[in-house]
């Protein structure tokens, strides 16, 4: 039995961090196929060792930006900058550096054969959905202005989301686990349907069917059961119990619907604005507060300007660009009263 204290999941840390390197190693020893292979399985076994190579990327990613920088600085000789003990203690951290330069290549090596080697990438445009069947029997629904990568392997299957928002129906197999990527979170699946959206500062999990666990950066998974969901930070993970009328409002999209419940109009014109390559702008202030719910096709935004200018205090001005600005409206339609006695 492992040690639950705190020691054990630094332990393990540190034990993970010793593999990768033993790994890294052999990739940059001109390593055979089976090197590879063995490789990409370990890093496929375990959703935290996905996650420290993520973070090792950007890592990396910032070392090459400092080495360009580095690039352009030109110094005068040695000599006549430092002392000759100066410079022995500099040509120690000299080399350092360069064994940390290294490691951090490898590092980038890894992650791009990892990313890259067989992938199939799939995307949408504003307004446009997909509903995508992958090899293995799942389903992948991509929302509007999406981005999503496919990989998969004897081992796993792995799906990365780079933007926009994603559902899932996963085909049952227990010999691959399916982990979904987005930003530092790693959710992990066998059998089960998941909504993933990845708003400007979180990642918003919601679970419709079966159970899933998340990571996130180095914290401890969370099983998420259908009928909740998850706020997902960098390092920390909320779990949510959503009701079943959350829930549809969250899935609607793949009905092609937009489902507002009280939601201000703020809210309500930024969703409509993921189905419009021209937005719907908010020209007064007092616009913003006011409150609509209602269903309405995200193909058709004009039934919601409809609404809000039937149901509400504002006027639509349409721009030459394409483009709507809401407006308030100080005087009430006359017809107005009519309309809701009948």
């Known amino acids: 039995m492992q040690a639950s204290g705190p020691g ?7 034990a993970i961090e010793a593999e990768a390197a033993r790994l890294l190693a052999r990739l940059n020893s001109d390593p055979s196929s089976q090197d590879e292979a063995d490789i990409c399985a370990w890093i496929e076994s375990d959703p935290r060792h996905a996650v420290a190579f993520a973070r090792a990327e950007a890592a990396w990613e910032a070392a090459e ?13 040695m000599a006549q ?4 003990e100066q410079q022995r203690r500099l040509s120690r951290n000299i080399l350092v550096a360069a064994a940390v330069a290294v490691m951090l290549f490898i590092v980038a090596a890894i992650v791009t054969v990892r990313t890259f080697s067989g992938v199939d990438r799939y995307e949408t445009g504003i307004g446009q959905m997909r509903d995508i069947a992958l090899s293995d029997g799942s389903i992948l629904h991509l929302n509007s202005d999406s981005q999503a990568e496919v990989r998969f392997t004897d081992n796993g299957r792995k799906v990365r989301i780079l933007k926009g928002e994603a559902s899932f129906e996963v085909a049952h197999d227990k010999a691959r686990p399916f982990d979904v990527e987005a930003r530092s979170a ?25 159970t899933v666990t998340v990571h996130s950066g180095g914290s401890v998974g969370q099983k998420v059961a259908a009928g909740s969901g998850a706020v997902i930070q960098p390092r920390s993970i909320a779990l949510t119990h959503l009701g079943a009328k959350l829930i549809g409002q969250r899935v609607a999209w793949r009905e092609q619907m937009v489902e507002l419940d009280g939601e201000t109009i703020d809210q309500a014109a930024s969703e409509f604005n993921r189905y419009r390559a021209a937005p719907i702008l908010i020209g007064d202030t007092r616009v913003s507060a006011l ?6 096709r995200t193909t058709d935004s004009r039934e919601f300007l409809s609404a809000l200018q039937f149901s509400l205090p504002i006027r639509v001005v349409d721009g030459e660009d394409g483009s709507v600005m809401l407006l308030y409206r100080d005087e009430e339609p006359a017809s107005a009263g009519n309309a809701v006695s009948d």
């Open 291 to 296: 409150r609509i719910g209602g269903r309405f």
């Open 65 to 77: 930006r400092l080495k360009s920088a580095a690039a352009d600085v030109t110094l005068p000789p």
């Open 8 to 14: 054990s999941s630094c332990g393990n840390r540190d």
């Open 186 to 210: 790693v959710i992990r699946a066998v059998g089960t349907a998941f909504n993933v959206r990845m708003r400007p500062s979180i990642v918003e999990l919601t679970v419709t069917q079966g």
């Open 81 to 84: 900058i430092v002392s000759e």
